[in-house]
């Protein structure tokens, strides 16, 4: 329940707060303060673990909440990947040669390679200050710290092991970063091959074979028919714009819709999962995910419970989050891991084989890690398979198109010579 403070004071505000009680249940709600640290001393007197809070006043109030809001969307979009990893490996350095979380940050602050990510740092130092747990403050920016993180962090705050904690959650940021590079570096090859193909069909539909139009124009009806398409391809192309043209964009704006719908990211997911080429490197990606962050989250001491919430912003596909439901709901009841696993297609054999002799043995964490270990090995080999694959397909692909229009602008050429010959 909100605190009530004398309405007599003149500086109260409000402020708008979401946070956890310590059963766990979220607790949102608006606190009267004189100002943020009163609030967030209220709160936390109350035993709640902050996870946001804003100003909420109206009047000239909702003026500095909306530069607050403005302020957090552009630190936000410009902070990047490298800088969370960057912050935790820093951070976890100075801690561990027994320098305070506030000079951390501070040093951080002075040191950063950019402006935005001192601001930022400022900012977490600032309400560290003012009585917040340090994934309170880090819990305020959630684009940029992950759900992973903060439970590690806060667990840590409870075991005092914060300094170890950190340099760990780097390794982990660090890992995936890499693993996500090579899945990108991996689809952004056959991306390239596929566009040059495109561009190079269209340079020659449009440019040169309107130059090869007069000399098939003589020949009339007895051009090929396999010219004929091609000759009516580029005149389209050419001077049918006003037709195509806004074709193209309700194509790419329907597209672009289907793909934000509930129907279109379900089949784009389950395509991920079952695609011939690329399917086992998702395959792989999700499970080297979903077995490190459990691994390290479960060897924090996170209830697993909370650790099985957290892998469905981790995996980040539908059909994994209906995995999760379930795994969650039978959890709940007492349920073992292992079972659910076997339900679902995605999740290699021996890896819900490996989970179960972990839950048998009690060494769940350890055994996961092992898990993890493997399936890393399995996604640089996919990787690399997929990578061999798509290219000479692409480029047979690429061959036929090209050998083919090539073909059909040489056919009336060679007409012409048989013609020339006969008489």
């Given at each position: 329940?909100?605190?009530?403070i004398?309405?007599?004071?003149?500086?109260?505000?409000?402020?708008?707060?979401?946070?956890?009680?310590?059963?766990?249940?979220?607790?949102?709600?608006?606190?009267?303060?004189?100002?943020?640290?009163e609030?967030?001393?209220?709160?936390?007197?109350q035993?709640?673990?902050?996870?946001?809070?804003?100003?909420?006043?109206?009047?000239?109030?909702?003026g500095?909440?909306?530069?607050?809001?403005?302020?957090?969307?552009?630190?936000?979009?410009?902070?990047?990947?490298?800088?969370?990893?960057?912050?935790?490996?820093?951070?976890?350095?100075?801690?561990?040669?027994?320098?305070?979380l506030?000079?951390?940050?501070?040093?951080?602050?002075?040191?950063?390679?950019?402006?935005v990510?001192?601001?930022?740092?400022?900012?977490?130092?600032?309400?560290?200050?003012?009585?917040?747990?340090?994934?309170?403050?880090?819990?305020?920016?959630?684009?940029?710290?992950?759900?992973?993180m903060?439970?590690?962090?806060?667990?840590?705050?409870?075991?005092?092991?914060l300094?170890?904690?950190?340099a760990?959650?780097?390794k982990?940021?660090?890992?995936?970063r890499k693993?996500?590079?090579?899945?990108?570096?991996?689809?952004?090859?056959?991306?390239?091959?596929?566009?040059?193909?495109?561009?190079a069909?269209i340079?020659?539909?449009?440019?040169?074979?309107?130059?090869?139009?007069?000399?098939?124009?003589?020949?009339?009806?007895?051009?090929?028919?396999?010219?004929?398409?091609?000759?009516?391809?580029?005149?389209?192309?050419?001077?049918?714009w006003?037709y195509?043209?806004?074709?193209?964009?309700?194509?790419?704006?329907?597209?672009?819709?289907?793909?934000?719908?509930?129907?279109?990211?379900?089949?784009?997911?389950?395509?991920?999962?079952?695609?011939p080429?690329?399917?086992?490197?998702?395959?792989?990606?999700?499970?080297?995910?979903?077995?490190?962050?459990?691994?390290?989250?479960?060897?924090?001491?996170?209830?697993?419970?909370?650790?099985?919430?957290?892998?469905?912003?981790v995996?980040?596909?539908?059909?994994?989050?209906?995995?999760?439901?379930?795994?969650?709901?039978?959890v709940?009841?007492?349920?073992?891991?292992?079972?659910t696993?076997?339900?679902?297609?995605?999740v290699?054999?021996n890896?819900?084989?490996i989970?179960?002799?972990?839950?048998?043995?009690?060494?769940?964490p350890?055994?996961?890690?092992s898990?993890?270990?493997?399936a890393?090995e399995?996604?640089e080999?996919?990787?690399?398979s997929?990578?061999?694959?798509?290219?000479?397909?692409?480029?047979?692909?690429?061959?036929?198109?090209v050998?083919?229009?090539?073909?059909?602008?040489l056919?009336?050429?060679?007409?012409?010579?048989?013609?020339?010959?006969?008489?």
């Open positions: 329940m909100p605190a009530v004398d309405s007599s004071e003149n500086a109260l505000h409000k402020w708008n707060y979401k946070a956890r009680k310590a059963g766990g249940e979220m607790s949102r709600g608006v606190l009267e303060a004189p100002s943020h640290a609030a967030v001393r209220e709160l936390r007197r035993g709640l673990a902050i996870l946001e809070i804003q100003l909420g006043d109206a009047g000239a109030s909702v500095e909440a909306v530069n607050a809001n403005t302020r957090k969307r552009r630190l936000e979009n410009a902070f990047r990947k490298d800088d969370t990893v960057s912050f935790c490996s820093q951070i976890a350095i100075m801690l561990r040669t027994g320098v305070t506030k000079e951390a940050l501070d040093t951080f602050a002075e040191q950063a390679s950019r402006p990510v001192a601001e930022l740092a400022c900012a977490i130092r600032d309400d560290v200050c003012e009585g917040e747990d340090f994934s309170s403050a880090l819990a305020k920016w959630p684009k940029i710290f992950p759900s992973l903060i439970s590690l962090v806060r667990a840590a705050e409870a075991s005092g092991m300094d170890e904690m950190m760990r959650v780097a982990d940021l660090a890992k995936q693993t996500t590079r090579q899945v990108k570096g991996a689809m952004a090859y056959p991306a390239i091959m596929l566009i040059v193909a495109v561009l069909v340079v020659i539909l449009t440019a040169v074979m309107p130059r090869f139009a007069p000399l098939f124009a003589i020949q009339g009806d007895k051009l090929p028919m396999p010219t004929k398409i091609l000759l009516g391809i580029s005149d389209f192309i050419r001077f049918g006003m195509w043209a806004p074709g193209l964009v309700v194509i790419g704006f329907t597209t672009w819709f289907w793909m934000k719908s509930a129907m279109g990211r379900q089949a784009i997911d389950k395509a991920k999962l079952t695609f080429v690329v399917g086992p490197m998702f395959r792989h990606l999700y499970v080297s995910r979903f077995t490190s962050t459990m691994a390290t989250l479960l060897s924090a001491g996170v209830p697993l419970l909370d650790v099985v919430r957290i892998l469905k912003d995996t980040n596909n539908i059909c994994y989050s209906a995995m999760w439901i379930l795994v969650e709901e039978r709940s009841h007492g349920g073992e891991l292992a079972p696993f076997r339900e679902f297609k995605f290699p054999r890896v819900a084989a989970i179960a002799a972990g839950e048998k043995s009690g060494r769940l350890e055994v996961l890690e898990a993890a270990q493997v890393e399995d996604l080999v996919s990787i690399k997929a990578t061999s694959m798509v290219e000479p397909i692409l480029i047979v692909v690429m061959g036929v198109v050998g083919g229009i090539a073909a059909a602008m056919m009336p050429i060679f007409n012409m010579s048989k013609m020339i010959h006969a008489h």
